[in-house]
């Protein structure tokens, strides 16, 4: 757990940059259900596409 304090926007967001990446690594929740997951995901290539 990281303290930021208002006046240090560089520091914020270094440990959101971190949390964020941390977060990823991790790979979907095993709580949520495959099928949602799977949605996200073509809902995501068809606005690429």
């Not at 967001?13 to 990446?21: C, L, M, N, P, S």
């Not at 979907?28 to 997951?37: E, G, I, V, Y």
């Amino acid at each position: 757990m990281e303290f930021c304090s208002s006046a240090e926007g560089a520091k914020f967001q270094k440990v959101a940059t971190e949390f964020d990446e941390e977060i990823r690594k991790l790979g979907p929740s095993p709580l949520r259900p495959k099928s949602d997951t799977q949605k996200k995901e073509k809902a995501k290539a068809k606005a690429k596409a």
